[in-house]
């Protein structure tokens, strides 16, 4: 196979990635090129994280992601403390049209929704949401504006 890993190597290629990224808890699985993820982490930023050096070890490859979000005794959270949190998160950030975003929050899922203009919007949104304590998965359901004219990113 010319030009393509081999399941071992890209396995090996993963596996250094997650230890660079700091994703201890987490196993790679490399079959035919299919790259599974399993384990436990205790915060949703890191299955990110752990997503994220996973593509940058595979390359452009399909990823299955089974790691699952254990919080630590101590950064449960009802839900209710959850939302509380995510909403102050939004409203602190500058970039975030937190007024138009209306959230939800089920056994740590949170599922936003909401108008915004710029696609800088939504993703900043979703940066603020995945560093939340207690946050376990995020569902996107906020829509960019088709008839915004389009506008970089401000810098601050």
């Known amino acids: ?12 290629r993963v596996l250094r990635e997650l230890e660079r990224a700091g994703s201890t808890g987490v196993s790679v699985q490399v079959r035919g090129g299919h790259v599974t993820l399993s384990g436990t982490v205790d915060s949703y930023a890191k299955k990110l994280a752990a997503r994220d050096a996973a593509h940058r070890g595979a390359g452009a490859v399909e990823l299955t992601d089974t790691i699952q979000v254990s919080l630590p005794g101590t950064a449960a959270r009802t839900d209710a403390e959850i939302a509380a949190a995510v909403a102050r998160a939004l409203e602190w950030d500058v970039f975030v049209p937190d007024r138009r975003i209306r959230l ?6 949170i599922t936003l ?15 603020v949401v995945r560093h939340v304590a207690g946050v376990r998965a995020i569902v996107d359901h906020i829509r960019v504006r088709p008839d915004a004219a389009p506008r970089p990113r401000p810098t601050a």
């Open 1 to 12: 196979m010319v030009g393509r890993m081999g399941d071992q190597q890209q396995r090996e």
């Open 104 to 109: 939800a929050v089920r056994e740590g899922k």
């Open 113 to 127: 929704e909401g108008d915004v203009d710029y696609t800088w919007q939504r993703q900043d949104t979703l940066r």
